[in-house]
């Protein structure tokens, strides 16, 4: 049973023209919003009126209101119009007498209660013609049956959170036509991967697009990895797969073994399946890089639909602001003020409208922050926000908050806007960021109060007591700061943790080219006081990052730094033959520089092997392969270097090594070998020798 609430007047009035085209047999003309002289559905032959239909919307209402309404307001509407047949239609449920009352007051226009259709008739309607439900997806999110049986069906326990994730985004979609041309990409080859810049509406229009599936009966399937994919797949089950941001969410990660092998390999089963989709999406820039470090994906061809401006239209930005405003919970005056038509136009349309702003200005609990107290104080303060994002910010910024407040801040852009760990923790990257800032020192209390003043006025506390920002647009500030007064720097020479220099090397600082702020974080990350104290996790990630150097700077000029700490790595025995094997992809063979401490890095690990083959010893086939990866990838470096160690090394060993390589080969069988390393076994045996 259906109450309605979930519908906006004019989704109701669409749905209420809907039912009665069935019921009736005939077409319904619908207008744009607007006054509506009593008519929101008609049919007309010869300018005659044969029906007008109206309908009013008073699902959070009741009888008492309806009836004033109509007494004060329609019923002198009807008399102008004179119509042959006069529907009312409401959301509301009425009783015989209720009927009967409106039937009294319009004196003859309503010929009978049947037409009087309330709640109960409308859910009459949908259950005799169920197929008109499906065009409206806030129905299915009101219908607590309908979803839990729909959440209740997945057997996975994050297809069923996501599920419940997305009732919201369903609230505030608009189709666009990038959904058109997904939907029919879908249709056609059974997948497609949703991209576009962050902010456009990506995941909004996954989700979109997987209820028009769930709602045919397949089995939802929200994965973070493609062996979830494989793990769940079920010939016998019609299934959708959805897998958001599925190269990272903010950069490109790194691919485990074959991982871009077996997504290619799953799309195609998916491809040729008839009951199987698969919903993926990516930031366009990322899919462009994984693009060009994986071949596998580069030849793949994918099916995408990019996202574009162009998609909204001045008509969508409006009706993504009205779907925002609609289902916000400001008071009902509020809406009403923001959804008239020149405010409309006056911040949907300004040039710097996002949904972010959007999202912000329709908590009641930031427009209070503001001190926003009536309706024209929140379409002024609406319109200062799309004017100065940043400049909101800079006066409570210098000249409300101290220097603790303000290294507080600091920190936490650090740390992505959001820390989620121990309070202790953060309390102490904010007493570095103080020192270094400032020179001055944090004491427990002083930590204590800047938290309790900074919560709702620039940061949200959760009920995890994880912290973030309370608006999108301080990040933009604090850059804008860090920019305008070369800060950047600063804030590596504060940071302590892992988390904010990973942030730092991978969000802001440019790679693109030397400089002192990259050169301060390879200080910081092959620092022993630094990597001494990361966990054995850490400290691998840590190794990833400095062995990608050469991908970055192509150049030996940050080996000083980096060769204690490879020698530390090697010195504590960490990782094995299987790591390096892993750890050799991160560096293309044309980036990596002679003599390069990276280079030499994975050679050390080659001379025990080389041993055992002069020794006529057994090697594994993981030995084997990466004494000949090495020689593969870095012949070139290898040859012109000044490590006359290795090059004698291949020299004398050469034969042996081609004969455990081939030994490999024969054993191998072809159709089971996954790994490139196969293949490197093979080249090898055709490189000259050094």
Same mark, same amino acid.
């Given at each position: 049973?259906?109450?309605?609430?979930?519908?906006?007047?004019?989704?109701?009035?669409?749905?209420?023209?809907?039912?009665?085209?069935?019921?009736?047999?005939?077409?319904?003309?619908?207008?744009?919003?607007?006054?509506?002289?009593?008519?929101?559905?008609?049919?007309?032959?010869?300018?005659?009126?044969?029906?007008?239909?109206?309908?009013?919307?008073?699902?959070?209402?009741?009888?008492?209101?309806?009836?004033?309404?109509?007494?004060?307001?329609?019923?002198?509407?009807?008399?102008?119009?004179?119509?042959?047949?006069?529907?009312?239609?409401?959301?509301?449920?009425?009783?015989?007498?209720?009927?009967?009352?409106?039937?009294?007051?319009?004196?003859?226009?309503?010929?009978?209660?049947?037409?009087?259709?309330?709640?109960?008739?409308?859910?009459?309607?949908?259950?005799?013609?169920?197929?008109?439900?499906?065009?409206?997806?806030?129905?299915?999110?009101?219908?607590?049956?309908?979803?839990?049986?729909?959440?209740?069906?997945?057997?996975?326990?994050?297809?069923?959170?996501?599920?419940?994730?997305?009732?919201?985004?369903?609230?505030?979609?608009?189709?666009?036509?990038?959904?058109?041309?997904?939907?029919?990409?879908?249709?056609?080859?059974?997948?497609?991967?949703?991209?576009?810049?962050?902010?456009?509406?990506?995941?909004?229009?996954? &989700?979109?697009?997987?209820?028009?599936?769930?709602?045919?009966?397949?089995?939802?399937?929200?994965?973070?990895?493609? &062996?979830?994919?494989?793990?769940?797949?079920?010939?016998?089950?019609?299934?959708?797969?959805?897998?958001?941001?599925?190269?990272?969410?903010?950069?490109?990660?790194?691919?485990?073994?074959?991982?871009?092998?077996?997504?290619?390999?799953?799309? &195609?089963?998916?491809?040729?399946?008839?009951?199987?989709?698969?919903?993926?999406?990516?930031?366009?820039?990322?899919?462009?890089?994984?693009?060009?470090?994986?071949?596998?994906?580069?030849?793949?061809?994918?099916?995408?639909?990019?996202?574009?401006?162009?998609?909204?239209?001045?008509?969508?930005?409006?009706?993504?602001?009205?779907?925002?405003?609609?289902?916000?919970?400001?008071?009902?005056?509020?809406?009403?003020?923001?959804?008239?038509?020149?405010?409309?136009?006056?911040?949907?349309?300004?040039?710097?409208?996002?949904?972010?702003?959007?999202?912000?200005?329709?908590?009641?609990?930031?427009?209070?922050?503001?001190?926003?107290?009536?309706?024209?104080?929140?379409?002024?303060?609406?319109?200062?926000?799309?004017?100065?994002?940043?400049?909101?910010?800079?006066?409570?910024?210098?000249?409300?908050?101290?220097?603790?407040?303000?290294?507080?801040?600091?920190?936490?852009?650090?740390?992505?806007?959001?820390?989620?760990?121990?309070?202790?923790?953060?309390?102490?990257?904010?007493?570095?960021?103080?020192?270094?800032?400032?020179?001055?020192?944090?004491?427990?209390?002083?930590?204590?109060?800047?938290?309790?003043?900074?919560?709702?006025?620039?940061?949200?506390?959760?009920?995890?007591?994880?912290?973030?920002?309370?608006?999108?647009?301080?990040?933009?500030?604090?850059?804008?700061?860090?920019?305008?007064?070369?800060?950047?720097?600063?804030?590596?020479?504060?940071?302590?943790?892992?988390?904010?220099?990973?942030?730092?090397?991978?969000?802001?600082?440019?790679?693109?080219?030397?400089?002192?702020?990259?050169?301060?974080?390879?200080?910081?990350?092959?620092?022993?006081?630094?990597?001494?104290?990361?966990?054995?996790?850490?400290?691998?990630?840590?190794?990833?990052?400095?062995?990608?150097?050469?991908?970055?700077?192509?150049?030996?000029?940050?080996?000083?730094?980096?060769?204690?700490?490879?020698?530390?790595?090697?010195?504590?025995?960490?990782?094995?033959?299987?790591?390096?094997?892993?750890?050799?992809?991160?560096?293309?063979?044309? &980036?990596?520089?002679?003599?390069?401490?990276?280079?030499?890095?994975?050679?050390?690990?080659?001379?025990?092997?080389?041993?055992?083959?002069?020794?006529?010893?057994?090697?594994?086939?993981?030995?084997?392969?990466?004494?000949?990866?090495?020689?593969?990838?870095?012949?070139?470096?290898?040859?012109?270097?000044?490590?006359?160690?290795?090059?004698?090394?291949?020299?004398?060993?050469?034969?042996?090594?081609?004969?455990?390589?081939?030994?490999?080969?024969?054993?191998?069988?072809?159709?089971?070998?996954?790994?490139?390393?196969?293949?490197?076994?093979?080249?090898?045996?055709?490189?000259?020798?050094?």
């Amino acid at each position: 049973m259906y109450d309605f609430k979930e519908l906006n007047d004019k989704e109701f009035e669409l749905l209420t023209r809907d039912l009665l085209q069935k019921e009736l047999c005939l077409r319904l003309e619908t207008f744009s919003p607007g006054k509506d002289q009593g008519i929101d559905c008609l049919y007309n032959i010869d300018n005659n009126l044969d029906i007008v239909v109206q309908c009013k919307h008073y699902a959070n209402s009741n009888f008492s209101v309806l009836f004033n309404k109509l007494k004060k307001e329609e019923l002198k509407k009807i008399k102008k119009l004179q119509p042959q047949r006069y529907i009312l239609v409401t959301s509301l449920s009425l009783t015989l007498n209720n009927k009967q009352k409106i039937i009294e007051l319009f004196g003859g226009y309503i010929k009978n209660t049947s037409d009087i259709i309330d709640n109960n008739s409308l859910n009459n309607f949908l259950n005799d013609y169920p197929e008109i439900k499906k065009n409206y997806s806030k129905l299915w999110i009101k219908d607590s049956d309908y979803i839990e049986n729909l959440i209740n069906r997945q057997t996975h326990n994050k297809s069923r959170y996501k599920l419940k994730n997305i009732k919201y985004c369903l609230n505030i979609f608009v189709p666009t036509q990038s959904f058109i041309d997904a939907k029919k990409k879908l249709l056609e080859n059974n997948y497609v991967i949703i991209t576009g810049i962050q902010g456009t509406g990506k995941t909004t229009l996954a &989700n979109a697009l997987s209820w028009e599936y769930i709602n045919e009966d397949y089995d939802f399937i929200y994965i973070t990895d493609v &062996n979830e994919g494989w793990k769940l797949f079920n010939e016998n089950k019609k299934q959708i797969f959805y897998y958001d941001d599925f190269l990272g969410s903010t950069r490109l990660e790194t691919l485990k073994r074959n991982e871009d092998i077996e997504l290619i390999d799953f799309i &195609n089963v998916i491809k040729h399946e008839n009951d199987k989709k698969f919903i993926l999406t990516s930031r366009d820039y990322i899919l462009n890089d994984a693009e060009k470090k994986s071949e596998k994906f580069y030849r793949a061809n994918f099916v995408i639909q990019k996202i574009q401006e162009t998609d909204f239209s001045d008509d969508i930005k409006k009706e993504i602001y009205k779907k925002h405003i609609i289902s916000s919970t400001l008071p009902n005056d509020y809406k009403t003020e923001l959804l008239k038509e020149k405010n409309i136009k006056a911040i949907a349309l300004h040039k710097n409208y996002s949904p972010r702003i959007i999202e912000y200005i329709t908590n009641i609990d930031n427009l209070k922050a503001h001190g926003v107290c009536c309706v024209n104080c929140c379409k002024q303060l609406s319109t200062f926000l799309l004017d100065n994002p940043v400049e909101l910010w800079k006066h409570p910024f210098y000249e409300v908050l101290d220097n603790t407040g303000r290294a507080f801040l600091y920190t936490l852009h650090t740390f992505e806007g959001k820390y989620e760990d121990c309070f202790e923790i953060f309390e102490k990257a904010v007493s570095s960021a103080l020192s270094v800032m400032f020179g001055e020192t944090l004491t427990g209390k002083t930590f204590n109060d800047t938290l309790h003043f900074l919560d709702g006025f620039f940061i949200n506390i959760d009920e995890d007591y994880s912290i973030s920002f309370k608006n999108p647009s301080i990040i933009d500030f604090l850059d804008y700061e860090c920019d305008k007064n070369n800060l950047w720097g600063v804030l590596i020479d504060f940071s302590i943790y892992s988390d904010q220099l990973d942030w730092l090397y991978y969000e802001r600082i440019s790679h693109e080219e030397e400089n002192e702020w990259y050169e301060k974080l390879i200080m910081k990350f092959t620092n022993s006081k630094f990597y001494e104290s990361l966990s054995e996790q850490d400290l691998r990630e840590n190794l990833g990052k400095i062995i990608s150097l050469p991908n970055d700077i192509k150049s030996n000029v940050y080996d000083k730094y980096i060769t204690e700490f490879l020698n530390y790595i090697i010195l504590q025995n960490l990782i094995d033959v299987n790591d390096i094997l892993e750890y050799i992809e991160y560096v293309e063979s044309y &980036n990596m520089p002679v003599n390069s401490a990276v280079l030499n890095f994975f050679i050390e690990f080659c001379y025990p092997i080389f041993k055992k083959i002069n020794y006529n010893e057994e090697i594994s086939r993981e030995e084997c392969e990466l004494v000949c990866a090495i020689v593969v990838r870095y012949i070139e470096q290898i040859s012109v270097s000044q490590n006359s160690r290795i090059k004698h090394e291949i020299f004398i060993n050469m034969d042996n090594l081609r004969k455990k390589a081939q030994q490999f080969i024969d054993t191998d069988n072809p159709n089971n070998i996954q790994s490139i390393y196969a293949d490197n076994l093979i080249d090898y045996t055709s490189v000259p020798q050094v």
